[in-house]
């Protein structure tokens, strides 16, 4: 989380627009953060998508002519879609489409979150991204959930209810049992670099 995923998605669809090529973006139902109907950063950037609880349900959502002009679909979390390892292999194999799948890999309890590493073994290209430990600065590939039922993972959220945090941080934060106040803590003593 807070690795500019969102905002790096964005400005990708940006070019490619720019170059010529229709490019479709698609988000999940389930994340009705800051617009329904446009995918935003965390910063505020923002462009349309389609909204959609199954990506298979795309090409009848914005039509099928729309459908057929596509050259690239853009996808933001992507590990909200159940559908997503057979319908961007269906997509690129059958269709020809140039498929971005932006998401986390893992979960706050650092488990496969969603489908998202199915798509490893096909993928022509993989990219990590990494945000910077809200509490010491180094790279981060964790979450940390700050707020609310720890067994609940798929939740969509901000800053409010995540931190992104290095392994020592991540461990150190959940062998305390005081996730929440801890790495808030961290955050708000100025600690980040």
Partial sequence: ???GKTTHLLKRVQTLRSEGLMVELVKPSVDDRYDLNSIVSHNQMKLPATVVDMLAD?????????WKRADVVGIDEGQFFPD???TVRDWVDKHD???LVYG???SHTRRAFGEMHKLLANADKFEMLEAKCKCCGAPAPHSVKLEGDQRVVEKVGGKEMYAAVCRYHYNMLKSSGTIS???NQAGQEGSVV
Avoid: D, T, Y
Avoid at 58 to 66: C, D, F, L, S, T
């Fill in 181 to 183: 106040s801890q790495a």
């Fill in 104 to 106: 986390l890999k893992g």
């Fill in 1 to 3: 989380m807070f690795a």
């Fill in 84 to 86: 997503l390892e057979a």
């Fill in 58 to 66: 795309v090409p009848e959502a914005i039509g099928p002519e729309r």
């Fill in 97 to 99: 489409k140039h498929v």
